[in-house]
């Protein structure tokens, strides 16, 4: 069984300053785990994935994710905010290999102001 | 350029009236999912399938309908049997990975407003 929790349904940040999105996640195997960005009206983008390698993962646009088993979490940061960040980002979880069904937490929309 | 396309964008239903979803890829893709989006709930699985004329149900696959005959196509009919189908419709494909995760590539999506 897996399910992940987004801590934050919405987070207001100024253009320029850091991001932080934070996720928690729970899975009975070693996971991985992804972040996609939807911006309004349109599909999902993949920004990063972990699968077991390095635990501080690079993403596009400048984000990064840093898997924590310890503490269950896959948190999104990035040090500076951007008015095009502006969109809705979901945390989401999967077995480790093969075929699986993902599943995706409720979703943080970040909102960024000049 | 390799992509999905889903058609149409945006569709008004009556109560009572089947409609289909189209979803095409030319990703050379095997696997093919339809999602449910609503306000503040994520993602939701409705059916899924790996191999041609083969699909397997989702979380919310009540209502909904799915058929595989060609590898680059998987409709989705929402049928009068879906109590509440208002909301916005994701399409996506994978391909079956070497090693690693299984990462989903998405079409735009459909919003499906039913008047």
């Known amino acids: ?114 | 350029d390799g992509g999905i396309t889903q058609s149409p964008k945006y569709l008004f239903r009556k109560e009572g009236q089947n409609v289909t979803l189209s979803c095409e890829q030319n990703l050379n893709h095997d696997a093919m999912y339809w999602y449910r989006q609503d306000p503040g709930q994520g993602l939701r699985l409705i059916y899924y399938s790996q191999i041609v004329n083969d699909f397997q149900k989702g979380d919310i696959a009540e209502g909904y309908s799915v058929s595989r005959e060609k590898k680059e196509s998987f409709p989705l009919t929402v049928t009068s049997a879906q109590k509440n189908p208002t909301a916005f419709y994701l399409c996506a494909s994978s391909v079956k990975p070497s090693s690693g995760a299984n990462v989903l590539t998405f079409g735009a999506g459909s919003r499906l407003t039913v008047l």
């Open chain 1, 1 to 114: 069984a897996q399910s992940v929790t987004q801590l934050d349904s919405h987070v207001s940040v100024s253009e320029g300053t850091p991001v932080l999105l934070r996720c928690n996640y729970s899975s009975s195997y070693s996971p991985s785990l992804f972040w996609y960005v939807q911006h309004p009206n349109k599909g999902l983008q993949l920004l990063l994935k972990y699968t077991s390698a390095a635990t501080l993962v690079k993403g596009i646009n400048g984000f990064e994710a840093e898997f924590k088993k310890s503490e269950t979490s896959f948190h999104l940061t990035k040090p500076s905010a951007h008015m095009s960040d502006a969109a809705e980002y979901f945390c989401v979880v999967s077995a480790p290999s093969g075929y699986s069904t993902l599943t995706f937490g409720k979703g943080t929309m970040l909102l960024v102001s000049p």
